[in-house]
């Protein structure tokens, strides 16, 4: 199961989209297919199992629920190429 890792950008530096999209492009291809890579301007974790990390309309989503909406988006994203 891949692990999940949230980048954070930090906010106190003028850095463009670009620079952003560069650095997790980049960051990605060297992290390979064992990790989904998150940037934003958040704390980095990397986090699994049932420890819960966002909510969504009120309601908690652990890294396990989060991993099954993210694969049925991948192959919903699949779908529609």
């Known amino acids: 199961m891949k692990k999940i890792l949230h980048n954070k950008i930090p906010n106190d ?4 989209y670009e ?3 560069r650095w997790h492009t980049n960051t990605k291809n060297l ?3 064992e990790y989904i ?3 934003s301007p958040f704390d980095l974790n ?3 199992g049932d420890i819960k990390l966002i909510k969504i309309d009120a309601k908690e989503y652990s890294f396990n629920e989060l991993m099954d909406v993210i694969e049925k ?3 919903y ?3 529609c190429k």
């Open 31 to 33: 992290l390979g297919d």
């Open 13 to 16: 530096i003028n850095i463009t």
């Open 37 to 39: 890579l998150i940037t």
């Open 46 to 48: 990397c986090v699994d």
């Open 19 to 21: 620079q952003i999209n």
């Open 77 to 79: 994203d699949g779908l």
């Open 73 to 75: 988006a991948s192959m």
